[in-house]
């Protein structure tokens, strides 16, 4: 303990007082008039069984009904069925014929050698009408 | 400490006796202090009075996790700043000592008491935990708990209050070497 300390212990002793006896009995008296106000406990109420199964019963109906009510949720949408014989049946799709004029090659030689000859025959006509315009 | 429990729970069962054993200790300490922070020793003795009546009254708040000692300060010094405010006596003006009950109750001394010092130098609170701490023994968690007051501040406050009577003490013993 420090020097401040000290002191300050020392001087409250020296703070003389005494509780006087008619100030004790002034106090004895006043607690006898009192009444010490109590906490009241929370008052825990017992529950009947009853009320326990009736709530049990109540889940197990609610579960149920969540239950039925997903599952009727994931049944398929009804397939409309659709009579054939109620359709309209297909138009024919006619398709124009073409007069395409074509001729058909008479290939003779070898597919090499005929298309020489038709490079040759190009050019020729190509020679051919060059001279004819005067080129 | 078993022995006080026991009292508590009987007094609080109703038992004015056993409460009145529970604050047999306490009475002439919870005196001292009132009377610093008290304008008369009359208004003192009611402070005493008004706190043992409340404190059988409310028994039933008293938290087991803390020292009687500590609420029962608590309770006190209410009271004492109550019975001020009805009052309205400025403490730090008491001088006279035929008026001030706490020269009244000091013997006869060279030097200044230190406490009276403190009441002259120190505001009501920082006084209350300086008493506390220094002529109760309390710790700082009790003290803070009874001025409800955050730790902090009672450790500062303290440490002011030390520095301020450390001056005082000095200039004290100084004066009084000076006149001897």
């Given at each position: 303990m420090d020097k401040l300390a000290k002191q300050l212990k020392t001087d409250a002793a020296l703070i003389d007082v005494q509780v006087s006896d008619e100030l004790d009995r002034r106090i004895s008296a006043s607690l006898q008039g009192v009444t010490p106000e109590k906490t009241e406990a929370p008052v825990v109420r017992q529950r009947p069984a009853a009320f326990w199964w009736a709530s049990s019963l109540t889940g197990i109906a609610a579960a149920l009904a969540v239950i039925v009510l997903i599952n009727s949720d994931r049944q398929p949408a009804e397939i409309a069925v659709v009579h054939v014989a109620d359709t309209s049946p297909v138009p024919e799709i006619k398709t124009p014929t073409i007069n395409w004029r074509t001729e058909s090659a008479?290939?003779?030689?070898?597919l090499q050698r005929e298309l020489e000859d038709l490079q040759s025959d190009l050019k020729k006509a190509e020679e051919k009408v060059k001279r004819d315009i005067g080129l | 400490m078993t022995n006080e429990l026991q009292l508590i729970n009987a007094a609080k069962a109703g038992s004015a006796d056993a409460f009145a054993d529970l604050v047999k200790h306490y009475r002439t300490r919870l005196l001292r202090f009132l009377l610093t922070r008290c304008a008369s020793y009359a208004d003192a003795e009611d402070a005493l009075q008004d706190t043992m009546i409340a404190a059988y009254r409310y028994?039933?708040?008293?938290?087991?996790?803390?020292?009687f000692s500590t609420w029962l300060y608590r309770i006190a010094i209410r009271n004492a700043q109550k019975h001020r405010s009805e009052n309205?006596?400025?403490?730090?003006?008491?001088?006279?000592e035929e008026s001030d009950p706490l020269l009244h109750c000091i013997?006869?001394?060279?030097?200044?008491n230190l406490w009276v010092s403190a009441r002259r130098v120190l505001n009501d609170d920082v006084f209350a935990a300086t008493w506390l701490r220094y002529?109760?023994?309390?710790?700082i968690k009790d003290i803070s708990k009874a001025l409800d007051r955050s730790d902090s501040w009672t450790k500062v406050n303290l440490l002011r209050a030390r520095k301020t009577l450390d001056t005082e003490m000095n200039r004290r013993n100084n004066g009084s070497e000076a006149y001897g």
């Amino acid at each position: 303990m420090d020097k401040l300390a000290k002191q300050l212990k020392t001087d409250a002793a020296l703070i003389d007082v005494q509780v006087s006896d008619e100030l004790d009995r002034r106090i004895s008296a006043s607690l006898q008039g009192v009444t010490p106000e109590k906490t009241e406990a929370p008052v825990v109420r017992q529950r009947p069984a009853a009320f326990w199964w009736a709530s049990s019963l109540t889940g197990i109906a609610a579960a149920l009904a969540v239950i039925v009510l997903i599952n009727s949720d994931r049944q398929p949408a009804e397939i409309a069925v659709v009579h054939v014989a109620d359709t309209s049946p297909v138009p024919e799709i006619k398709t124009p014929t073409i007069n395409w004029r074509t001729e058909s090659a008479m290939l003779t030689q070898p597919l090499q050698r005929e298309l020489e000859d038709l490079q040759s025959d190009l050019k020729k006509a190509e020679e051919k009408v060059k001279r004819d315009i005067g080129l | 400490m078993t022995n006080e429990l026991q009292l508590i729970n009987a007094a609080k069962a109703g038992s004015a006796d056993a409460f009145a054993d529970l604050v047999k200790h306490y009475r002439t300490r919870l005196l001292r202090f009132l009377l610093t922070r008290c304008a008369s020793y009359a208004d003192a003795e009611d402070a005493l009075q008004d706190t043992m009546i409340a404190a059988y009254r409310y028994l039933h708040s008293y938290d087991p996790r803390w020292r009687f000692s500590t609420w029962l300060y608590r309770i006190a010094i209410r009271n004492a700043q109550k019975h001020r405010s009805e009052n309205v006596v400025e403490l730090g003006d008491l001088s006279d000592e035929e008026s001030d009950p706490l020269l009244h109750c000091i013997a006869a001394s060279e030097t200044e008491n230190l406490w009276v010092s403190a009441r002259r130098v120190l505001n009501d609170d920082v006084f209350a935990a300086t008493w506390l701490r220094y002529a109760e023994d309390m710790s700082i968690k009790d003290i803070s708990k009874a001025l409800d007051r955050s730790d902090s501040w009672t450790k500062v406050n303290l440490l002011r209050a030390r520095k301020t009577l450390d001056t005082e003490m000095n200039r004290r013993n100084n004066g009084s070497e000076a006149y001897g």
